[in-house]
């Protein structure tokens, strides 16, 4: 494989939908993702993204819509005809084989001579940082040597594509943390378009050019992990993505009101008259000396969480909402903190003041 | 001894006295089992005119017998044929039948595997009877081919449930990704998924072709003519005259079954152990 980022393939998805019985799987959808990108579909189990991916890849096939890869009409050709690399979950590696055999075999496949696949299977182990492990059988690997052969497989072919299927997620925590930024670099080297399917948010958060949130065999938001974080487009990837409470909004003339105080914010609120705001622990605070802009809640500790590198205090507010409040720790900062019972106020800065729309979309 | 008796046999702490009754029953049930196939073995080296146990005298004049006679060494040769073609017409079809219902996600599907090991459950003289109008119509009675065919029906059950076994702990994802890889669903089947089901496949092939070997039911109703198998002439023979003759050949059947099973089982275990491995 060469170093030279390769051309890659634009995907297009237009109306794709799948029903299992009166189930859709797909309801549809319609997806672009864009030439070399890393796009992410994010999430829970049973939400339709593998069924997507499994669209992409070809084995299933949905009951209508299309699918390009560039200005290729593909949703009716089978896996083999597709030419994309792609990464099971369970690695789905050939016991029978050695490392090489398998790296090998799509090499074997479309018929290049021995001498050449030699060092092409030893270049993507390379890639894969598995140099000189091609002598070794699948079963003297370890979770993570296993996904990097895996890996190595789906690439040395160069397909212009790649898909994965929560490749991570059989990995400990500290291994799958340094894959995802390992992966990353693969990507920004190799650049070919890459589909990636997990349901870990954090996983979705660190890798991806940007996120498709799927939910209902629908994709409820698609954006860059920073626009989905700061602004998402309904309840339900606010809910997804990173921990939040939601407070009803009602409108009195040109203010809204949360738990009866009006808000100040500078985002831009939804067009819509079901609004919720939402409050994520980390930009909530607590008072210290002059509020200034930031919107204030009254409200009572109820819980207090010592949690190593931050705290986590839960206050409840006078309607019975219980907020959380995060926050950084250092020596002595949990003695500061006020005591179960306490009234407390909690302060949210304007510009973390968002206004989503509520209903799960 | 008591040392023994009184050690434990297992993790749950019951020990070898307290299992002894196990251990008696289950020698009882063996020898029950094994004897009277293995009774016919020193009958075969007899002197006698008869079938006698013990034998008083020793030869192996009925071993030349049998291999002297030439409708014995047809009967043998037909069995032979019969047994192969079956195991190499029963073992595609049933491999083949196997991955279909494991791979395949269509609904009632599980008729269709009841179907299949249908003929398991069938007395096989249903079977037999059905076989012999239905041949005669068909005009393939005491044929070889009407001999595989109803052979091969009786061995497509064992081979389907024992490769479907094999394949039940085989993860179909290693067959979905050689086809990402670019290797047509057949090629992916026989590069990537055969050879990790071969002991199981190879275990289903001698378990087809003993069914065939072994079998005297269907033989009596439609083998025949120039084509009696050796079960059915050993049948044959038992009713006209009681000749050691039958013994040696038991004797001779016996070891190529018992040799036939222990390839089997060690082929199985050398199976597991590379599964596991």
Redesign the interface.
């Known amino acids: 494989m060469s170093d030279v980022k390769q051309d890659a393939l634009p995907i297009t998805v237009r109306g794709v939908t799948k029903t299992y019985g009166k189930v859709f799987a797909l309801d549809d959808v319609s997806l672009d993702v864009r030439s070399g990108e890393f796009l992410t579909l994010l999430g829970p189990s049973g939400s339709g993204k593998t069924t997507l991916l499994m669209v992409l890849a070809g084995f299933t096939r949905p009951d209508r819509g299309s699918l390009k890869f560039g200005e290729t009409e593909m949703i009716r050709k089978p896996p083999h005809l597709r030419d994309l690399g792609m990464v099971f979950q369970n690695y789905a590696l050939f016991p029978h084989m050695t490392v090489a055999g398998n790296v090998g075999y799509p090499l074997k496949l479309r018929g290049v001579s021995k001498t050449e696949m030699a060092s092409r299977v030893e270049r993507a182990l390379e890639t894969v940082q598995l140099g000189g492990y091609g002598d070794r059988g699948i079963e003297q690997l370890s979770g993570g040597q296993k996904q990097r052969v895996a890996l190595a497989r789906s690439i040395v072919f160069e397909p212009r594509i790649l898909l994965m299927d929560e490749p991570l997620s059989a990995l400990d925590k500290k291994l799958r943390d340094r894959m995802q930024i390992e992966l990353r670099h693969l990507h920004e080297k190799l650049g070919m378009t890459t589909v990636y399917v997990t349901h870990d948010q954090r996983e979705a958060l660190t890798m991806s050019d940007r996120i498709a949130v799927v939910n209902h065999g629908r994709i409820m938001q698609l954006a860059t992990p920073q626009e989905l974080y700061e602004q998402p487009a309904n309840k339900f990837v606010a809910d997804f993505i990173g921990d939040s409470t939601f407070l009803e909004v009602t409108r009195q003339g040109d203010t809204y009101v949360a738990a009866g105080v009006p808000l100040r914010t500078n985002r831009k609120i939804p067009d819509t008259r079901d609004l919720l705001l939402m409050l994520r622990p980390e930009r909530v605070s607590l008072l210290e000396g002059d509020p200034g802009e930031a919107n204030v809640f009254d409200a009572t500790v109820s819980e207090l969480v010592y949690q190593g590198e931050s705290f986590l205090l839960y206050a409840r507010l006078q309607d019975g909402t219980e907020l959380s409040v995060r926050g950084a720790m250092r020596a002595g900062t949990f003695q500061t903190l006020p005591s179960l019972g306490d009234p407390v106020k909690l302060t949210l800065d304007p510009a973390d003041t968002v206004l989503i729309e509520g209903g799960e979309g | 001894m008591i040392g023994w008796f009184g050690s434990p046999a297992s993790e749950t702490q019951i020990t070898h006295g307290q299992r002894l009754w196990l251990y008696i029953t289950s020698v009882i049930t063996m020898i029950l089992l094994v004897l009277p196939t293995f009774i016919v073995i020193p009958m075969s080296f007899s002197d006698s005119q008869y079938l006698e146990f013990p034998p008083q005298t020793w030869s192996t004049r009925w071993y030349q017998s049998y291999f002297n006679s030439p409708e014995w060494m047809r009967a043998t040769s037909t069995s032979l044929k019969a047994a192969t073609l079956t195991m190499l017409v029963a073992t595609p079809i049933g491999v083949l039948a196997a991955y279909g219902l494991h791979a395949s996600k269509l609904p009632y599907l599980r008729i269709a595997f009841v179907l299949l090991i249908t003929p398991m459950m069938v007395p096989v003289v249903l079977i037999a009877i059905g076989a012999f109008y239905a041949y005669v119509k068909l005009q393939i009675l005491y044929t070889m081919t009407g001999l595989v065919l109803a052979h091969t029906l009786l061995a497509i059950p064992l081979v389907v449930i024992v490769t479907g076994s094999a394949l039940k702990t085989y993860?179909m994802?290693?067959e979905?990704?050689?086809?990402?890889?670019?290797?047509?669903?057949w090629?992916?089947f026989l590069?990537?998924t055969l050879?990790?089901i071969k002991f199981a496949v190879i275990v289903s092939g001698l378990l087809a072709f003993l069914t065939s070997f072994d079998e005297v039911v269907i033989a009596m109703f439609i083998s025949g003519g120039d084509n009696p198998t050796l079960t059915r002439n050993m049948f044959n023979a038992l009713r006209d005259q009681i000749d050691p003759t039958i013994a040696s050949i038991s004797t001779l059947m016996i070891v190529l079954t018992t040799a036939l099973m222990a390839i089997a089982v060690l082929a199985g275990r050398a199976g597991r152990t590379?599964d596991s491995?």
């Open positions: 993860d994802n290693q979905n990704a050689a086809r990402s890889l670019g290797a047509p669903r090629k992916a590069t990537i050879p990790q590379k491995g």
